[in-house]
Structures are given as C-alpha cells and as structure tokens.
C-alpha cells in the first residue's frame, strides 16, 4: 500500500496546491479589457518617460558633467531601464497592483497567490514588460489568446489585471461573519 505521507522515507516529492482559497476567491472577477489594459500601460510609460527626462538631464549634466547633453528614449541605455523598473515596480508595490496610469483606466494588477501584491512580484510584473517588449510585443498580444487574459507579465508576476468597473461594491451596513 502506497502511504500519503510525503515525510516518509523513500517517498517522492509531489505538488500540493497551497492556493485552492485564493483562487476560489478571485473565481468570477472580472477581468480588463484590452482597451483599458493598452490605455494604463500607454498612461503609465507617459508617466515613466516625465519622471525619466529630468533625472537622466540632471544626471548627466550635474554628476557627469556633460556640456552636450542628447536625451533620446532607447531601451538599450541602462538608466532608461532602470526608471522603468523603478517606476512599475514602486507603483504596483505601494498601489497593491494598481498603477497611476491603471488607476485611469479603472484596473488593477491582483495577485493569484496572496491578497496583496509583494515586493518580489511588483518587480517580477516590472520585469514583465520588459519580457512581453523583448518577445516582439507578443507577450502583450497574449491577451488574445489566454483564458485569463494574461500578458507575459501577469504569468512571470503570477497575477490577472481586473476591471474595477463591474466589480461588486460591498454594502457597508452588512459586516463580514467572522469564523
């Protein structure tokens, strides 16, 4: 007879799903459209690109001391990267998955493993769009094709982007029964 036990000696590793709550909590939530996924990412690089100019102006101009100073957008420069991850990974963390430009577009980044978005997965969504960019776009054209509508970020970071819209408002005269 074949025990259950996975501390038993001689006993294989198996995968023991840990998120069966959290997701049967996130069942039914409505997910993003394309339009508003497209409209945050497009308000949030607009947003990036501002914060970028400035600091990469004053870095060159004042650390470097550059007396021609050529600002262009390139994804190959080291300091553009690095504001990109600092800007998505800063925002999704302190906005629990909802960025300036998602907050617009009435969405938000929500974790399929916990209720609030960490660190590593705010960096691991950031990371993700570099990833969806490097594919070709294609990491973002995934949408299309997934059941939950996830973009190579969403898979890397573990998340699903939903629609605040349609979202049930909870009555504030009804309190949660507590177990």
Known sequence: MLSMNPREPGRKRCFHAHETARADALNGIPLATFGQRVTGLLLDLLLAVLLWAPAEFAWRRYLLHEESIDLKWDFHEAGNIIIMLLYWGLANFFGNGQTPGKWVARTRAVSL??????????????????????????????????????????????????????????????????S
């Open 113 to 178: 493993t916990s209720e609030r978005l960490g660190a590593w997965q705010s960096a691991e969504r950031a990371l993700g769009y570099g990833a969806a960019v490097l594919e070709g776009g294609l990491g973002f054209l995934q949408f299309f094709w997934d059941s939950n509508r996830q973009c190579a970020q969403d898979r890397l970071a573990e998340t699903i982007v939903v629609d605040l819209r349609h979202l049930p408002v909870p009555d504030p005269r009804v309190r949660p029964e507590r």
